[in-house]
């Protein structure tokens, strides 16, 4: 029983070395300064701080992704 136990504590470690962190305030008004330089529906940005609310990066990664696909299409309808 104590082998399983022991297992089990190794095994927690290793989940809570990829556990993911919540957003600060200083996170949250990068990532607004962020979707400022863009037109963004609320919505979008809405969604971005929900997402920050659980997950940091994915916060980020969610905003950059959105802002990419916004540059080809801006790009792509003024070919200048």
Same mark, same amino acid.
């Given at each position: 029983m104590s &082998? +399983? %136990?022991a297992e089990n504590i190794s095994s927690y470690s290793k989940w809570s070395e990829n #556990?993911?962190?919540p957003a600060t305030d200083e996170d949250l008004l *990068? /990532?607004?300064e &962020? %979707? *400022?330089e863009f037109e963004v529906p609320v919505n979008v940005f /809405?969604? +971005?701080v929900a997402i920050a609310a659980y997950d940091r990066a994915s916060a980020f #990664?969610? +905003?950059d992704n959105y802002l990419t696909v916004l540059k080809r299409e801006k790009k792509r309808k003024n070919p200048l």
């Open positions: &082998k +399983a %136990f #556990r993911t962190s *990068s /990532l607004w &962020k %979707f *400022s /809405l969604q +971005a #990664r969610y +905003a």
